[in-house]
């Protein structure tokens, strides 16, 4: 699937698309039927950029973002996750969770990549962007 990418002026940019299956629920009955213990498919698309390549040549490496991921999440109860302790796991928080996933990891990289957003599908006809506001200044 092609997705909108924010404006930047960096030299490189990387999408990494990939899935995983888990199981949450939202613990609130104003959650409706998502109240109850249900699974999905999520489909991830990550978007990184930067203007320097690693000494392999790369921004950063596909299958190093798909394990990130995937090792944490993929066949999981999302509830019981550390990251969802104080936060129900919906798609926004999941989201969310996932760029800070992979914002902590790249700033661990030499060549300074950057995470510009993230999109989680839950299902065919649902997906959430999260995109972090810039800092003012």
């Given at each position: 699937?092609?997705?909108?990418?924010?404006?930047?002026?960096?030299?490189?940019?990387?999408?990494?698309?990939?899935?995983?299956?888990?199981?949450?629920?939202?613990?609130?009955?104003?959650?409706?039927?998502?109240?109850?213990?249900?699974?999905?498919?999520?489909?991830?698309?990550?978007?990184?950029?930067?203007?320097?390549?690693?000494?392999?040549?790369?921004?950063?490496?596909?299958?190093?973002?798909?394990?990130?991921?995937?090792?944490?999440?993929?066949?999981?109860?999302?509830?019981d996750h550390k990251r969802f302790r104080d936060v129900p796991?919906?798609?926004?928080?999941?989201?969310?969770?996932?760029?800070?996933?992979?914002?902590?990891?790249?700033?661990?990289?030499?060549?300074?990549?950057?995470?510009?957003?993230?999109?989680?599908r839950e299902t065919p006809t649902s997906y959430v962007v999260?995109?972090?506001?810039?800092?003012?200044?």
């Amino acid at each position: 699937m092609n997705y909108n990418t924010p404006m930047h002026d960096y030299t490189f940019e990387l999408n990494k698309d990939f899935n995983f299956s888990a199981a949450h629920y939202i613990p609130d009955e104003r959650a409706g039927k998502c109240s109850n213990v249900h699974g999905h498919t999520y489909h991830v698309n990550i978007t990184i950029a930067g203007n320097e390549l690693d000494e392999l040549g790369f921004l950063v490496n596909f299958g190093e973002l798909k394990s990130l991921i995937s090792s944490a999440f993929d066949h999981t109860l999302l509830n019981d996750h550390k990251r969802f302790r104080d936060v129900p796991p919906t798609s926004e928080t999941m989201a969310k969770t996932i760029y800070e996933m992979v914002t902590e990891y790249i700033s661990e990289l030499d060549n300074n990549p950057v995470c510009l957003q993230v999109i989680l599908r839950e299902t065919p006809t649902s997906y959430v962007v999260y995109r972090p506001k810039k800092e003012m200044r």
